[in-house]
């Protein structure tokens, strides 16, 4: 009987019930699921990750101390070369590791390390040419040309540190952008920076959406928490002064407990229940505090926060877990 043949059979005999599958685990000493292939010691990846991470942590703080200690000594050349040269340097070195596939992750350790250096870096270079920043537009060029560069290089090589310098020297460009265009007017921003706060976390949100399946997916939970964080924080700094967005922060912070069980995310389902739980205090608070019935507010204020932390146990269980 050939190979095809005898597993046709077998399963044939399993999908009417003759042999069940702990049958045919027991007679052949496997688990259910259980991979054929050898599988990777986990604790030599975790290891070589751990060594990773350590030694780009000491080579910045080295860097920083050694910079520190001969700043004043250094001319403007050495100084942009200490900081961005360092930078574009080991970013160089990074793409060169990385497009030649040598070691798991010692090519993205080296754009990490020049990912730190090169924003400050070019804020270096700025301030030794003597670029006049009596607007922001220089600042807000470099770091448009920054988010150029990143976005460039993510593109090249697909890795997900170098998505996360994109994304974060972008808002950095986005905030710098508004800012100097306000300069540049009469315009008053009132509460402009809260409603682009939103507008950015909403964003960091979509992209953790778009970027579940694919290379970007150690992103997922950070931009999740930033956009989160960002959007439902910008929005409570609202509610204060008005009563339209104290009833309707009602509804974003239960679309936000909508949406980590749609997305599957604890982090998204922590940050609106902890926001919630604040509003509800300012609420309280608000409205309770100089009547007689605060100590019942308190009274029932506790139930609620009991009430909301079994609500998002019971979410992340069933919808998340």
């Known amino acids: ?10 399963s044939q005999k ?8 702990e049958e045919v685990a027991s007679r052949f000493n496997f688990s259910i ?21 350590l030694g780009g942590i000491i080579v910045v703080i080295g860097v920083a101390i050694f910079t520190y200690q001969v700043w004043e000594d250094l001319g403007s050349f050495s100084r942009i070369m200490i900081t961005l040269g360092l930078g574009l340097l080991l970013t160089a070195i990074g793409s060169f590791l990385s497009k030649k ?23 270096v270079a700025l301030s030794e040419l003597d670029v006049s920043t009596e607007t922001l537009w220089p600042i807000t060029l470099t770091f448009g040309a920054i988010f150029a560069f990143y976005l460039l290089l993510t593109f090249i090589h697909r890795n997900p540190a170098l998505t996360f310098f994109a994304i ?3 808002t950095v460009f986005i905030y710098l952008l508004v800012q100097s265009i306000i300069n540049d007017s009469y315009y008053s921003p009132g509460d402009l920076y809260a409603y682009l706060t939103m507008i950015i976390g909403a964003s960091y949100i979509l992209l953790a959406l778009s970027f579940r399946h694919g290379w970007n997916k150690p992103l997922v939970g950070i931009l999740c928490f930033f956009g989160s964080s960002g959007f439902l924080g910008a929005a409570f700094s609202q509610v204060f002064d008005s009563d339209i967005w104290r009833m309707a922060y009602f509804l974003l912070v239960v679309g936000g407990l909508f949406l980590s069980a749609f997305l599957r995310s604890s982090v998204i389902l922590v940050v ?13 608070s608000k409205y309770f505090a100089d009547s007689v019935g605060w100590p019942i507010a308190l009274v ?22």
Request: glycine letters at 12%; proline letters at 4%; charged letters at 15%.
């Open 272 to 284: 609106s229940t902890l926001f919630l739980l604040a509003h509800v205090s300012y609420i309280t």
């Open 168 to 170: 974060g020297n972008a």
């Open 33 to 53: 699921g259980e991979s054929s292939s050898q599988p990777k010691d986990p604790s030599n990846f975790s290891m070589n990750k751990v060594m990773y991470v």
């Open 14 to 21: 399993i999908s009417t019930g003759e042999v069940t599958r």
């Open 1 to 10: 009987m050939h190979k095809e043949e005898l597993f046709r059979e077998l």
């Open 101 to 123: 596939k040598m070691g798991d992750a010692i090519g993205p350790v080296f754009h990490v390390i020049g990912g730190l250096l090169v924003p400050g870096g070019a804020m």
């Open 300 to 321: 029932v204020l506790g139930f609620i926060f009991i009430g909301l932390g079994y609500i998002s146990i019971n979410i992340n269980r069933k919808f998340i877990k």
